[in-house]
């Protein structure tokens, strides 16, 4: 999805507005409390709202979208580039596809790519594990020896 993260104006509304005409998914989103392969890890949008140019990814600064699942009542953000229709040979969505396939496959059944985060907007925003810096990955030599002391 490389070529989403440089993706220009034009190429980012034209993505929208296709979503816009179809059936629209989060892949993966819930993988890791269902089993990846189960279908419920990729829940169906039932509602979406652009919000405009004001609300941004806060790591990656992509356009967010609000947008409303199925069977859930809260609004979520997700960046443009997070949502596909539901059609994984479908030529607007097949590289976001191939993506996150990619991705779910270097993690373990039980372990998910995705989470929540309050990012200041009322409402949380999707973050990815790669959406997240360097140093949210990072354990300090404290932490660690604290862990070591507790057992």
Known sequence: MTENTTATPQAIEEHIAHLFGTKTVVPFL?????????????PTVEGMGVSGRKHRHPFTGKPLIAIRLEDDSRVLFAAFDRL???????ATCDSIWEDYQSEIKAVPKDASISGLMEAGLGDPVIIDARDLPPEAFDESEDSTSEEDEQW
């Open 30 to 42: 819930y993988a890791g409390h269902v089993d990846h392969d189960d279908p419920a890890a990729t």
């Open 84 to 90: 596909a229709c539901a059609d994984t040979a479908c």
